[in-house]
């Protein structure tokens, strides 16, 4: 069974930083591009960054190009968010999830979703 945990996230002024972490089992890490999204109240789900398999590609949100850097490490089958520059919109619930199709993209088919951790940016 698939397993995704959160963590790392907070509470943090305009301006700052913070790491999220996405622990995984239950899947062939190594082989499986990773994506993380983000949901507001009222708002649906978007997506926030892709990586390809082994870290090689990226893929970013046009409203997070620039300050967050998504990377995984195979050694310890998790994949981060580095959030720099954090601004009160970027406050939300961030889910990491797995690629279901092989893609890392918008439009990719994610799945084997997390229960979130918190990111709250004050002004």
């Known amino acids: 069974q698939v397993q995704l945990v959160e963590s790392g996230g907070g509470l943090v002024q305009a301006g700052g930083s913070l790491r999220l972490s996405c622990a995984a089992s239950?899947?062939?890490?190594?082989?499986?591009?990773m994506g993380w999204f983000r949901q507001s109240p009222g708002k649906e789900r978007e997506f926030v960054a892709g990586?390809?398999?082994?870290?090689?590609?990226?893929y970013y949100a046009d409203s997070v190009k620039g300050r967050f850097t998504i990377s995984r490490d195979g050694a310890k089958n998790t994949v981060y968010l580095q959030m720099n520059s954090l601004k009160p919109e970027d406050t939300a619930v961030y889910y990491c999830?797995?690629?279901?199709?092989?893609?890392?993209?918008?439009?990719?088919?994610?799945?084997?979703w997390g229960q979130g951790t918190q990111v709250t940016v004050s002004s």
């Open positions: 999830a797995r690629s279901l199709d092989g893609t890392y993209y918008p439009t990719s088919n994610f799945g084997s």
């Open positions: 239950g899947l062939t890490f190594g082989s499986v591009p």
């Open positions: 990586i390809n398999w082994n870290g090689g590609s990226t």
